[in-house]
Nanobody, 119 residues
Framework: QVQLVESGGGLVQPGGSLRLSCAASASIFNFNTMGWYRQAPGKQRELVAGITSGGSTNYADSVKGRFTISRDNAKNTVLLQMNSLKPEDSAVYYC?????????????WGQGTQVTVSS
């Protein structure tokens, strides 16, 4: 069973930065895509950023220009650099990895890391 372990969350003031890290227990080349989702209290989980095995990225409109997703294949790690943080970015952030074959899909999730943006 693949394990994803997030780290890097915490409390930061508005305008500050954090870098989240997701370490996979298996080679990330096994995954078609990896990404970060977030869920705030009372809200649905939403995609923040994703990156394919080929390096293509996509972002939620709300974070474009502020967040950057990247992957370190040698360390089996996916990073999320978050700059210019806003209070509305506060949420539990989850790492996600997807393997897909034909019409089948399997998702793996980390346990989540809390990000709080507050003065």
């Amino acid at each position: 069973q693949v394990q994803l372990v997030e780290s890097g969350g915490g409390l930061v003031q508005p305008g500050g930065s954090l870098r989240l890290s997701c370490a996979a227990s298996a080679s990330i080349f096994n995954f078609n895509t990896m990404g970060w989702y977030r869920q705030a209290p009372g809200k649905q989980r939403e995609l923040v950023a994703g990156i394919t095995s080929g390096g293509s990225t996509n972002y939620a409109d709300s974070v474009k220009g502020r967040f950057t997703i990247s992957r370190d294949n040698a360390k089996n790690t996916v990073l999320l650099q978050m700059n210019s943080l806003k209070p509305e970015d506060s949420a539990v952030y989850y790492c996600n990895a997807v393997t897909a074959w034909g019409i089948n899909r399997k998702d793996f999730w980390g346990q989540g890391t809390q990000v709080t943006v507050s003065s």
